[in-house]
């Protein structure tokens, strides 16, 4: 590649890179502080704020049916995104004072539907202007990562600096807190309108306006039926919802924690929890790093046992934080840091290592779809179903005084993550016959 079209290629890739930034840094400024703004502030109900996360889910579920028809049939990519954006920062921006539940309700599922397609529409833009997506697409994405890290931590910092006061008991500190979390909407609809804007610079993404081709559903469902996938795909809503139940709820725990320990820590990441969870972000881009070094050493059943663990470990770690801590004298904010932590060998060794999976036992001509099956699967089915949980089991969790005992709380998922942990080892194949199959050399002539 010439010196010019390496400065072109250079050029494409901070301007994508800058795309994946802005779109997941408006995700991230709001999504870890929902249950605790809406907890503690808006004064909602566990199962009434486990509606507000199934309703994302729905988005999620809808999504590739409105970007496929709109901005792969009739919009350029770059104009159905910047539209979006600029919708989606007017919803959000209200979200920050409605204090109705079927309002926000209502708003929750709207801001779903027109935020919800732009994550899958940036990366289709970002594979159709790379020159070389297997080189570049991890270097642009990883960016995503990296604002979703700036803003959870920023936000914290401001609630830290502008929304904790002086002196007062834990609770008065932990109700200013969560009202200042108001601010997580307002920032995330200010990025959002920024992102409207930049969308609009993107390099041209014209629909491809081709006839539409046939469809592969049913075949890729034939194939799932089939091992490793129907083990894969029978731990998939689980897991979906084990991790939904982390999200849920682990930023009101950091934050609880946050508020009544004087750390050091607060100074580094703020406090409200946000701040804290971007640790888990952090050993996300390192696990995604190494997977690839080895991948070829463990296998794959090797490699989901550990992400499972990591789910069962981490709620273990969470549950019975003061219980690890009085016996060993570790002390608790190391341990929960531990926690955190474990969200990198979670998303890594399960989450993307089943897409890889889904990938290599499924034939070309039904990838795409077998994809969007699992994806529908993990990122819709699980979640809805695992946000209505997390409230149920939320409400079981209270203690007479309206207190929330966390060893109970967290001790429902960890012994999920134990039990899938089981079905796995017995039932998910050591080796694949496909792959296998593929490795067989051709028979002499």
Not at 251 to 261: A, D, I
Not at 423 to 431: D, G
Request: proline share 4%; aromatic share 12%; charged share 15%.
């Amino acid at each position: 590649m010439d010196s010019t079209a390496e400065r072109n290629a250079s050029m494409v890739r901070t301007r994508l890179s800058v795309m994946m930034f802005l779109q997941y840094a408006i995700w991230g400024a709001w999504l870890p502080l929902l249950w605790p703004f809406l907890s503690g502030h808006r004064g909602f109900s566990p199962s009434q704020i486990g509606d507000m996360f199934a309703v994302g889910a729905v988005g999620a579920i809808i999504a590739p049916f409105i970007a496929g028809q709109i901005a792969d049939r009739r919009f350029a990519t770059e104009k159905f995104l910047g539209i979006s954006h600029l919708m989606g920062a007017i919803l959000v921006w209200r979200l920050a004072t409605l204090q109705g539940y079927g309002q926000f309700l209502f708003l929750s599922l709207c801001y779903s539907i027109i935020y919800s397609p732009t994550l899958s529409l940036t990366n289709s833009i970002s594979f159709h202007h790379l020159p070389d997506r297997d080189r570049d697409f991890g270097k642009v994405r990883v960016w995503g990562t990296i604002g979703w890290i700036f803003v959870g931590i920023g936000i914290g910092q401001w609630l830290l600096n502008v929304h904790t006061p002086g002196e007062g008991t834990a609770e008065e500190i932990l109700a200013a807190q969560h009202a200042g979390m108001a601010d997580a909407f307002r920032l995330s609809a200010i990025l959002g309108a920024l992102m409207g804007v930049y969308c609009f610079t993107l390099p041209h993404t014209p629909p491809a306006r081709q006839a539409k081709e046939s469809n592969a559903s049913w075949e890729a469902i034939k194939e799932v039926r089939r091992q490793p996938l129907v083990t894969l795909f029978l731990l998939a809503v689980p897991i979906s919802m084990i991790h939904q139940f982390y999200f849920v709820h682990t930023s009101t725990f950091l934050g609880e924690f946050q508020s009544k320990t004087a750390t050091t820590i607060n100074k580094v990441f703020g406090v409200g929890g946000a701040g804290l969870m971007t640790i888990g972000q952090m050993t996300e881009v390192a696990v995604l790093a190494l997977i690839p070094l080895v991948a070829k050493t463990i296998s794959r059943k090797g490699l989901l046992a550990i992400g499972i663990a990591a789910y069962a470990l981490r709620m273990f770690l969470f549950a019975y934080v003061k219980s690890i801590a009085g016996s060993t004298g570790i002390p608790e904010i190391a341990l929960l840091i531990s926690g955190v932590a474990l969200h990198g060998f979670c998303f890594g060794c399960f989450i993307f290592v089943a897409f890889m999976i889904v990938d290599e036992e499924t034939t070309p001509d039904v990838r795409a779809s077998a994809q969007s099956l699992f994806n529908l699967v993990i990122v819709g089915i699980g979640i809805i179903v695992g946000s209505k949980v997390a409230g149920w089991v939320a409400e079981w969790a209270k203690t007479a005084d309206d207190k929330t005992d966390y060893t109970r709380l967290f001790s429902v998922p960890m012994w999920g993550a134990v039990g899938c942990l089981a079905v796995l080892l017995a039932l998910y194949p050591r080796k694949s016959a496909r792959l296998a199959l593929r490795a067989e050399p051709p028979d002499a002539p």
